[in-house]
């Protein structure tokens, strides 16, 4: 069963970088034709598709936040990474991981983590 | 970007009841339609991918159809458990985006 973990810093100063790290275990990130994605969540709101990425580095990325955005991969160590610059009290958010699998649907979701944007 | 619309935005319901919630697409994307379930401070969980099909351990209360622009996730039977909020999700293109939530309270 593959699981899914986030890991990063829950508070970013505002003009900063807000990264994020997935570290995917009991499966290769290499396998399959998955899609490694980042998902975020206002408080309170729904669900946000951000972006992904497959094993090869190729990525697709939310057009409203593709400026500040970049999604990258290490095979090496099983794990995907988030990073979005020039945060705004706007990104804060809880961000999720998650695997969509073959039926272009998310059967993994990591736990998730809040990163909140203050001074 | 494709715009996922569902309905009703909540509702309330006892346990026993048959619930359905619907999503409707703003474009044809055939049958890429998901359904998640969502309880409070937890992950999305899947229930439904492809439109019907059950994901594994998923209990077959649930159940999904639809098509093209227009789908339909039922509870048959309500369980206790299953107060949570429901979101569909399209995974025809880029960005995926999902419906706004169902929220299914407690009568």
């Known amino acids: 069963q593959v699981q899914l973990q986030e890991s990063g810093p829950g508070l970013v100063k505002p003009s900063q970088t807000l990264s994020l790290t997935c570290t995917v275990s009991?499966?290769?990130?290499?396998?399959?034709?998955?899609?490694w994605t980042w998902i975020r969540q206002h408080p309170g709101k729904g669900l946000e598709w951000i972006g992904n990425?497959?094993?090869?580095?190729?990525?697709s990325y939310k057009s409203s936040l593709k400026s500040r955005l970049a999604i990258s991969v290490d095979t090496s160590n099983n794990q995907f990474s988030l990073e979005l610059r020039s945060v705004t009290a706007a990104d804060t958010a809880v961000y999720y991981c998650?695997?969509?699998?073959?039926?272009?649907?998310?059967?993994?979701w990591g736990l998730g983590t809040l990163v909140t944007v203050s001074s | 970007d494709i715009q996922m619309t569902q309905s009703p935005s909540s509702l309330s319901a006892s346990v026993g009841d048959r619930v359905t919630i619907t999503c409707r697409a703003s474009q044809h994307i055939g049958r890429f339609l998901n359904w998640y379930q969502q309880k409070p401070g937890k992950a999305p969980k899947l229930l439904i991918y492809a439109a019907s099909n059950l994901q594994s351990g998923v209990p077959s209360r649930f159940s999904g159809s639809g098509s093209a622009t227009d789908f339909t996730l039922i509870i048959a039977t309500l369980q206790s458990e299953d107060f949570a909020t429901y979101y569909c999700q399209q995974g025809y293109s880029t960005p995926e985006t999902f419906g706004q939530g169902t929220r299914v309270e407690i009568k």
């Open positions: 990425i497959y094993h090869t580095g190729s990525t």
């Open positions: 009991g499966g290769s990130i290499s396998s399959g034709a998955n899609y």
């Open positions: 998650a695997r969509r699998g073959d039926h272009f649907s998310y059967d993994n």
